[in-house]
């Protein structure tokens, strides 16, 4: 898939070495944004970090193991999503995403992920899609809880946050069949 259309201006397009300045530029201006919930992102240092995360996810695609996808309002790169595991075997995958701080608040993330939804679902043919967060990221909870996803479980001190305290982890699950029904595909 070279772009995939979700609404309007909004798109998903595979996330390749080239893009590695545009998503390092979001980052860097949108790190005290994205620090409490994503720490690792201060290993992002420069536009070559970006562009090693790419290549690396591009070598994780070859070998079917993740899809990670750029997200885009008209030529400006708003954020990320993708899937970092993808078990063949069990046909399940762990989906994650963040925004850049200005595009928060407008429905792009929910939009977009289901995009990644039904890419998973129904390109992939995987059978279940689970996704995790922080017990205190109400934003992230709130993505999953639209999406339809069902709340399974907690991991409890699952998180290391940025400022070295222990958070909960929320697992969250949905299967093909409830996805398909939301979406009326059966
Ligand atoms: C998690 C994160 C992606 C959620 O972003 P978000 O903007 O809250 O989510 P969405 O893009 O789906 O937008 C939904 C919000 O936009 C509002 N909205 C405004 N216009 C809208 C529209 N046209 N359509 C739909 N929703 C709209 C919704 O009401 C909702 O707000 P609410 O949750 O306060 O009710 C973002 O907060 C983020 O990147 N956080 C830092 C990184 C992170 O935590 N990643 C997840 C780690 S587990």
């Given amino acids: 898939m070279f772009a995939q259309r979700v609404r309007d201006e909004l798109s998903l397009r595979w996330l390749e070495p080239y893009h590695g300045e545009a998503p390092f530029r979001l980052i860097d201006a949108s790190r005290e944004h994205l620090r409490p919930w994503f720490p690792r992102m201060d290993s992002t240092r420069e536009p070559k970090d970006t562009e090693e995360f790419i290549r690396e996810a591009l070598r994780g695609m070859a070998e079917g193991r993740e899809a990670h996808f750029g997200i885009w309002v008209g030529g400006q790169i708003a954020g990320v999503t993708g899937a970092h595991t ?13 925004l850049g701080q200005d595009f928060e608040g407008r429905g792009i993330m929910t939009a977009s992920a289901a995009v ?16 995790r967060c ?21 991991l409890r001190e699952g998180e290391r946050l940025a400022d070295g305290t222990y958070d909960d982890t929320l697992v969250y699950g949905i299967l093909a069949s409830e996805w ?3 979406r009326g595909t059966r």
């Fill in 86 to 98: 993808i078990h063949r075997l069990n046909r399940h995958a762990e989906i994650g995403y963040w």
């Fill in 116 to 131: 990644l939804l039904d890419y998973l679902v129904e390109e992939r043919g995987l059978h279940r899609i689970e996704a």
């Fill in 134 to 154: 922080a017990a205190g990221n109400d934003r992230s909870r709130r993505v999953m809880e639209r999406l339809g996803m069902r709340r399974e479980g907690t």
């Fill in 180 to 182: 398909k029904e939301r």
